[in-house]
């Protein structure tokens, strides 16, 4: 099949590389010049595991192409996937301008029939605007061609997004017609060949899906997060009480631990834009904004145990942060927990010193660029030297089981914050450690 991806971002350039890699002719398209240059050059945006050899080995076999030509790539193409992206406007709704961008485009330069698919996460009612856009432009160019517009959510999860892509749990597609849903079944007949995961449904509720699922997963989480801060004060182990809970098939292991909140892309700006939509049709949904609330409290979860163990003034100290990218395996930083620690040490007086194995560039340039007081250093261990205590904030493997005693010799205080619980109270009180976790009380 032959298929545009407008939008060469984390969903689009997985997407496109994926059915590229099933045999596919894809044009992957973004307006962002220097991302496409680097693309044509072997050199890939983002980090993302996995996906360097696939996005080379599928360019050099002709099938995976990297343009900003729209016009080129609507001629030769009869699918065009939007995936760009639909960030969190003024009041909290997702932001359309983009995806409707693009549907100005498909207006101005599709010549034949094409099955338009929205990747992108969007409200309920968007394949409608993407339709009506489309339409009002062929009108004013008078041209006669007909079009699909069809929802198809993606779910992958960034760090494991190849992984995800090529074995979904599920296909989610929203269509008003049984043809287009055929379309769409044969695109992703490779996907989805050993099981039935195929699930059809029309457009509205494809597009709620992806509003439930994530808002699901982000209230199983601030949940546990409210869990674990009334074991903190009650003296219970919020490690034990996971395991415990999680043990009930009908709860799950899976989206309970604990740790300094939720970031990403993803949970922050759906949960809003779900709660934008309710109050746009007059509902107040309570339980979504309590998830969003306790997400934004439970950032600061660790410098309150900071302020609370070295006072509210922290001039003259100096932290080292392990992690910045807002989960393992990704150099994304949007929304991440690291953004609000960093920020509210840094106001209180503190110096940071940073490390992460991918999310530098990230941080330097963009979301920590007007921070003063933070240095970043190329090891985990140069970054503890002289520091008063250590916080590790995201759980890269390289975190997991690191040398306790180089890092006591390393810190003035053997002090460690973990953000994400990772490891064992007994072994670091027995070095001589104070260790603070979510949802323990220290001892
Ligand atoms: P992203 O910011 O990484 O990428 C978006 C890309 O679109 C950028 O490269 C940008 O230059 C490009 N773009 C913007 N306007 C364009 C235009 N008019 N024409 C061509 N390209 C244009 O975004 P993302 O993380 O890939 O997310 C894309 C969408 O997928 C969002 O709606 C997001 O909510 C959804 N989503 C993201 C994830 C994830 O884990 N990142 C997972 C599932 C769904
Ligand atoms: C999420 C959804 O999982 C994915 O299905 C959707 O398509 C996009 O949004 P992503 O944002 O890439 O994916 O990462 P995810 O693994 O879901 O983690 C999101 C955040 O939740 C991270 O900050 C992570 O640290 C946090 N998290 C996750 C927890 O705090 N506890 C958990 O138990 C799981």
């Not at 779900?274 to 309590?290: C, I």
């Not at 110096?351 to 560039?361: G, S």
């Not at 089981?401 to 670091?428: A, C, H, M, T, W």
């Amino acid at each position: 099949m032959n298929i545009s991806v407008v939008g060469t971002g984390y969903v689009g350039l997985v997407t496109g590389t994926c059915f590229a890699e099933m045999g596919n002719y894809v044009i992957c398209v973004d307006v962002n010049e220097d991302k496409i240059n680097k693309l044509n050059n072997g050199i890939i945006p983002i980090y993302e595991p996995g996906l360097e050899r696939i996005v080379i080995e599928n360019n050099k076999a002709d099938r995976l192409i990297f343009s900003t030509d729209i016009k080129n790539a609507l001629e030769k193409t009869d699918i065009c996937f939007i995936a760009v992206g639909t960030p969190m406007g003024e009041d909290g709704s997702a932001d359309l301008q983009y995806v409707l961008a693009v549907a100005e485009e498909i207006g101005k330069h599709i010549t034949k029939h094409t099955y338009i698919i929205n990747k992108s996460t969007v409200p309920v009612g968007t394949a409608d605007k993407v339709r009506e856009t489309v339409s009002r432009v062929l009108q004013e160019r008078g041209a006669d061609i007909s079009f699909d517009v069809i929802s198809n959510p993606e779910f992958l999860k960034e760090g494991a997004a190849v992984n995800d892509f090529m074995k979904p749990d599920r296909v989610v597609v929203g269509a008003d017609n049984e043809r287009a849903l055929d379309v769409m079944r044969e695109l992703y007949a490779p996907f989805t060949v050993n099981h039935e995961r195929f699930i059809a449904m029309d457009v509205r509720s494809s597009e709620m899906t992806k509003y439930a699922a994530n808002s699901m997963l982000a209230t199983k989480i601030s949940f546990m997060n409210e869990i674990a801060n009334i074991c903190e004060l009650v003296g219970a182990d919020v490690n034990k009480v996971r395991v415990g809970i999680g043990s009930d098939s009908r709860i799950g292991y899976s989206f309970i631990y604990p740790g300094c909140g939720y970031g990403g892309s993803c949970f922050p700006k759906d949960v809003q834009a779900l709660v934008r939509t309710a109050n746009k049709n007059g509902y107040e949904p309570k339980l979504l904004e309590a998830v969003e609330a306790v997400n934004y409290d439970q950032k600061k979860s660790i410098p309150r145990k900071i302020f609370k163990k070295f006072g509210e003034d922290l001039s003259g100290m100096t932290f080292a942060v392990w992690g910045l990218s807002f989960k393992p395996e990704t150099d994304d930083m949007r929304d991440a927990a690291s953004i609000t620690i960093v920020k509210e040490l840094v106001a209180k007086g503190a110096k940071v010193k940073a490390y992460d194995p991918k999310a530098f560039h990230e941080a330097q340039t963009c979301y920590l660029k007007d921070v003063e007081g933070i240095e970043y250093l190329d090891s985990k261990y140069t970054a503890l030297t002289g520091c008063d205590a250590m916080i590790l904030v995201t759980e890269w493997k390289e975190f997991r089981s690191p040398d306790f005693d180089e890092i006591k010799k390393r810190l003035k205080n053997p002090v460690i914050f973990d953000g994400r619980n990772q490891y064992s109270s007994k072994k670091l009180h027995e070095m001589g450690f104070e260790y603070f976790q979510i949802g323990v009380m220290p001892k």
